[in-house]
Structures are given as structure tokens and as C-alpha cells.
């Protein structure tokens, strides 16, 4: 069945009958399995070829990815312009996007605000930056960085709610690494959560989210999967400066990439492929800035990995991923923002 995001004549449908669609939580949209991060299109991985990636964009929607996600603290709006750019002339009925509120700027003492005023100012912009009348989700972003959680539950969360009643919006979600506050919200909120966006919480490296999924499907709340390459670590590039991953971390995973290199695989590929094999999540999302990156996610869906590659992914895992102590830095990142914010 072809998903209600399909236009013929601009589609192309046999790659849109391909591709396999689930619904997202509550809403009535009909995901792409795997789905269009904007993030690698700000600022924070590194500098990438603008016109390649508006086609990278346009690519995508024509080959049944039907889901992007993006937020002003992607490049403070350049990932939302360069979205809007590639969306024009793209009919309104073939994707769905999603942006977000909350986070902003790359300085510490203006990086969030989760107050109705911002929230509403901010949105207002990026229907602007995106060119459209609405957005299919609105989210609030990294909510644990909130002075308190009453703020989100109390301004942030209703202040999007108005958004929805004006039609400017059809759904509300909240992202965050912190999976204890994501459920903690969703339970203390008497606004309609519809879905949550996590990162690096399902992926070769760790797997906490699987912890959750069953409270969010009780709650028939959406999970969209992100940053399954966990953020550049399972790369065959070192990850950003900024990467909160201790040291041991990030030798270790250079290590599997060298391994994975010596017999002629890239670490990105068996990494996506793996988040793709979880059932409980509504979408796979990946950052992409290019038509290369596009190319292989795309791949790998439709022809996943093989069986030498399988066994590649056996060893890497027994040999070097079972060492791993720590497999996540939860409460790091938020712990040094507030110690930023004292000095």
C-alpha cells in the first residue's frame, strides 16, 4: 500500500513501493522506515557542499523518504534554511517535517530557553526558514537541560499546544538523551505527546532505549531512533571535538573502524544496518549531508549487509564492543552546561 505522502508523477514508485512505512505513535502519519536528519547541515560536523546536499534532500523525498527532522540549534537556522530551499517546488503533500524549540544558540548563556515567548518567536521563524504554513511535528529539543521540567511542562508544552489549535502544527514531541526525563514528562504532561526523538541510545555501542520502548508503546508514543553512528564515533572519521564520549570510548571505537577498514567495510555501514533491525522504534534517523551518505543508507535498506559482513559484525562486537565499561555519558553533557552557566 503506498503511503499517503505518495504523488505520482513525482515519486519514484518503484523505490516508494520499496520502502517500508509504519505509523508513527498516535498520529496518523505513515513514516519512512528510514527518515532525513537535518543536524549534519548546521554547523557541528564540519563543513559540506550546499547544492549537493539540497539534492541530497530532494533525492531522498523522491525515493520514499517521507520524514525530515530538523532544528533551529542545527547551524542557528541554516539547517532549516537549506531545507526550505530544497523543499521548494516539492509538493507539500509528499513529506512530512519536523523541526523543533528550545535550544538555540552555540554560547552558553543563550544556548536554551524554554520559555512561551522564545518558543513562540522561534517557531514563528522556522515556518519562515522552512517556507511552509506548517509542520507535521513540532518538538521541544534536549528537554533535560531545563532549569526544570515544570518549565517544559508548563510553558514550553502548552505554547506548542496553541500552535497545534492554530493549525500550524499537527503533532507535539520531545527529543532528548536522557531517557528517564523523556518518560518522566511524558508522564507528568496532560499535553498530547505524540512522539520522542532519541540519540545514540540504540546503536552498536548502546542499547538503554530498549529499557523504555515498552512504557512508549503503553503510551502509543512514536520513538524515532537518531544518531545510530552515534554521533561520528562509528565512523571511519574521528568524531567532532565537542563529542562527550570519554577517551576509552573513542579509542575503542577507532579501533573497530581500522578493523572494519582492514577488511574492506565501513563501521557506518554494519552500525546503520544494526539500528535498522529493531521492530519497536517508528524510524531509523539519519544524518546525511551528501549523495554519497543518502546513497548507502538507502542500500542497506533495501539489501541490508552480507553475510560475510554479518560475521564481521559478530566479531567486532565479541571482540571489541563487549569491553566497553561505560557505554553512554548520560548526565555529563547536562552536569558542565550548569557548571558553565555558574562561572
Not at 500552535?163 to 500550524?168: D, H, I, L, S
Not at 546525511?288 to 554479518?310: A, C, F, H, V
Not at 548526565?331 to 558553565?340: H, I
Given at each position: 500500500?503506498?503511503?499517503?505522502?505518495?504523488?505520482?508523477?513525482?515519486?519514484?514508485?518503484?523505490?516508494?513501493?520499496?520502502?517500508?512505512?509504519?505509523?508513527?505513535?498516535?498520529?496518523?502519519?505513515?513514516?519512512?522506515?528510514?527518515?532525513?536528519?537535518?543536524?549534519?547541515?548546521?554547523?557541528?560536523?564540519?563543513?559540506?557542499?550546499?547544492?549537493?546536499?539540497?539534492?541530497?534532500?530532494?533525492?531522498?523525498?523522491?525515493?520514499?523518504?517521507?520524514?525530515?527532522?530538523?532544528?533551529?540549534?542545527?547551524?542557528?537556522?541554516?539547517?532549516?534554511?537549506?531545507?526550505?530551499?530544497?523543499?521548494?517546488?516539492?509538493?507539500?503533500?509528499?513529506?512530512?517535517?519536523?523541526?523543533?524549540?528550545?535550544?538555540?544558540?552555540?554560547?552558553?548563556?543563550?544556548?536554551?530557553?524554554?520559555?512561551?515567548?522564545?518558543?513562540?518567536?522561534?517557531?514563528?521563524?522556522?515556518?519562515?526558514?522552512?517556507?511552509?504554513?506548517?509542520?507535521?511535528?513540532?518538538?521541544?529539543?534536549d528537554v533535560e537541560f531545563a532549569p526544570s521540567l515544570d518549565i517544559v511542562i508548563t510553558q514550553t508544552l502548552p505554547e506548542l499546544s496553541k500552535q497545534v489549535a492554530e493549525k500550524k502544527?499537527?503533532?507535539?514531541?520531545?527529543?532528548?538523551?536522557?531517557?528517564?526525563?523523556?518518560k518522566e514528562c511524558i508522564e507528568k504532561s496532560n499535553i498530547n505527546i505524540s512522539c520522542v526523538l532519541t540519540y545514540s541510545r540504540l546503536t552498536l555501542l548502546d542499547d538503554t532505549l530498549?529499557?523504555?520502548?515498552?512504557?512508549?508503546?503503553?503510551?502509543?508514543?512514536?520513538?524515532?531512533?537518531?544518531?545510530?553512528?552515534?554521533?561520528?564515533?562509528?565512523?571511519?572519521?574521528?568524531?567532532?571535538?565537542?563529542?562527550?564520549?570519554?577517551?576509552?570510548?573513542?579509542?575503542?571505537?577507532?579501533?573497530?573502524?581500522?578493523?572494519?577498514?582492514?577488511?574492506?567495510?565501513?563501521?557506518?555501514?554494519?552500525?546503520?544496518?544494526?539500528?535498522?533491525?529493531?521492530?519497536?522504534?517508528?524510524?531509523?534517523?539519519?544524518?546525511?549531508?551528501?549523495?554519497?551518505?543518502?546513497?548507502?543508507?538507502?542500500?542497506?535498506?533495501?539489501?541490508?549487509?552480507?553475510?560475510?559482513?554479518?560475521?564481521?559484525?559478530?566479531?567486532?562486537?565479541?571482540?571489541?564492543?563487549?569491553?566497553?565499561?561505560?557505554?553512554?555519558?548520560?548526565?555529563?553533557?547536562?552536569?558542565?552546561?550548569?557548571?558553565?552557566?555558574?562561572?
Amino acid at each position: 500500500m503506498l503511503p499517503p505522502t505518495y504523488v505520482e508523477g513525482f515519486h519514484d514508485l518503484e523505490a516508494v513501493k520499496a520502502m517500508e512505512y509504519k505509523k508513527l505513535g498516535k498520529t496518523d502519519l505513515l513514516i519512512s522506515k528510514l527518515s532525513f536528519g537535518g543536524g549534519p547541515l548546521g554547523c557541528h560536523y564540519g563543513n559540506y557542499d550546499e547544492h549537493e546536499a539540497i539534492e541530497a534532500i530532494q533525492q531522498a523525498i523522491k525515493q520514499g523518504v517521507n520524514y525530515i527532522d530538523t532544528a533551529p540549534w542545527y547551524g542557528q537556522g541554516k539547517s532549516e534554511k537549506i531545507i526550505g530551499k530544497a523543499l521548494k517546488g516539492i509538493p507539500r503533500q509528499a513529506y512530512y517535517i519536523a523541526t523543533k524549540v528550545g535550544r538555540y544558540k552555540l554560547d552558553i548563556e543563550n544556548m536554551f530557553d524554554f520559555s512561551k515567548e522564545k518558543t513562540r518567536l522561534s517557531f514563528k521563524n522556522s515556518l519562515k526558514n522552512l517556507g511552509v504554513d506548517y509542520v507535521d511535528v513540532i518538538q521541544v529539543h534536549d528537554v533535560e537541560f531545563a532549569p526544570s521540567l515544570d518549565i517544559v511542562i508548563t510553558q514550553t508544552l502548552p505554547e506548542l499546544s496553541k500552535q497545534v489549535a492554530e493549525k500550524k502544527a499537527k503533532y507535539i514531541g520531545i527529543t532528548g538523551y536522557l531517557l528517564a526525563v523523556l518518560k518522566e514528562c511524558i508522564e507528568k504532561s496532560n499535553i498530547n505527546i505524540s512522539c520522542v526523538l532519541t540519540y545514540s541510545r540504540l546503536t552498536l555501542l548502546d542499547d538503554t532505549l530498549m529499557q523504555f520502548t515498552s512504557f512508549f508503546k503503553e503510551h502509543n508514543v512514536g520513538v524515532i531512533n537518531a544518531a545510530v553512528l552515534v554521533m561520528g564515533l562509528l565512523t571511519d572519521n574521528a568524531p567532532p571535538a565537542w563529542h562527550p564520549a570519554n577517551d576509552e570510548m573513542k579509542n575503542l571505537c577507532r579501533s573497530v573502524a581500522q578493523y572494519c577498514k582492514d577488511h574492506n567495510v565501513e563501521i557506518s555501514k554494519l552500525a546503520i544496518w544494526y539500528a535498522m533491525q529493531y521492530e519497536d522504534t517508528s524510524t531509523t534517523l539519519i544524518g546525511i549531508q551528501n549523495l554519497q551518505q543518502l546513497k548507502m543508507s538507502l542500500d542497506i535498506l533495501r539489501n541490508g549487509i552480507t553475510k560475510e559482513e554479518q560475521e564481521l559484525l559478530h566479531v567486532i562486537k565479541a571482540k571489541y564492543l563487549s569491553e566497553i565499561k561505560c557505554k553512554h555519558w548520560e548526565g555529563k553533557e547536562v552536569e558542565a552546561y550548569w557548571q558553565a552557566m555558574k562561572m
